[in-house]
């Protein structure tokens, strides 16, 4: 939610009717030349009509509109999505192209569901929707950092490692140290990334899990309501939201 000031000012209706007020007084002040006391009960007149656009904006309904309006979330270049999405079916592990073809299934699918339970005009269709495409986007996020991440060990050979340090700790492993500790360098950089990628696939799982979880509560509301549970996957939604992408930061 906005704080009330900032809603208003970002309004731009706000700065055509504060530009309105101040022409008319400016006008009223060169062209009639009224008094003193006049001009200054005119600039007092167009103060109060500032001052008063936002009451006129909340008892319109117009405020609390701006207030929990979701904000509107950038969309995925399709040029950028093909490209990851090539990325990823060139890996070994089939679980990051899947993932990224079901997250966006499962947000199509929860926007489907709203639009049958409730007016796409609502703020609470708003607020879904937007934290829908939220997780999305933190999803494709993570799918990004596991491309970066499988690319950047794809050239170390685990296997010729292990081999490699059995042989060498076999022999003499005292004359090889300066070997022996390269290798198990090489290798911990694969393990940790493997360890990274692990974490950002685990975590596009829970995300989907919501996803499908407030698709099923949706559509068990009565149509135009949002019962508890409803929003309590909303709120556990928004929560995964910020919490995801964080690591890969």
């Known amino acids: 939610m906005k704080n009330w000031l900032r809603a208003v000012l ?26 003193m006391l006049l001009t200054i009960a005119v600039i007092v007149i167009g103060v109060a009509a500032i001052a008063a656009w936002p009451i006129t904006l909340s008892a319109m309904g117009t405020l609390q509109r701006l207030q929990y309006r979701a904000p509107q979330l950038p969309a995925v270049n399709e040029l950028e999505l093909r490209g990851l999405a090539d990325d990823l079916d060139r890996l070994e592990d089939p679980r990051p192209a899947y993932q990224l073809q079901a997250i966006g299934e499962k947000r199509d699918n929860l926007v489907a569901i709203l639009g049958r339970r409730m007016d796409a005009g609502e703020l609470t269709y708003s607020r879904y929707q937007s934290t829908a495409q939220q997780v999305y986007l933190a999803v494709v996020s993570n799918l990004r950092e596991v491309a970066i991440a499988k690319r950047s060990v ?4 685990t296997d010729y490692i292990d081999a490699r340090l059995h042989e060498l700790r076999t ?35 829970s995300a989907m899990t919501l996803l499908d979880r ?35 930061t």
């Not at 794809?154 to 050979?157: Q, V, Y």
């Not at 099923?216 to 939604?237: F, K, M, R, S, V």
Request: glycine fraction near 4%.
């Open 10 to 35: 970002a309004y731009p209706p706000t700065w055509v009717a504060v530009a309105a007020v101040v022409a008319g007084v400016v006008a009223i002040i060169v062209l009639l030349e009224p008094p």
């Open 154 to 157: 794809s050239a170390i050979d």
């Open 171 to 205: 022999a003499d492993p005292a004359a090889a140290q300066a070997e022996i500790t390269s290798l198990e360098d090489r290798r911990a950089l694969a393990v940790t990334q493997e360890a990274k990628v692990t974490y950002l696939l685990a975590q596009n799982e």
């Open 214 to 248: 407030t698709s099923t509560a949706l559509a068990d509301a009565p149509i135009g309501l949002t019962p508890q549970a409803t929003e309590a996957a909303l709120d556990a939604l928004k929560e995964l939201a910020d919490r995801a992408g964080r690591y890969a």
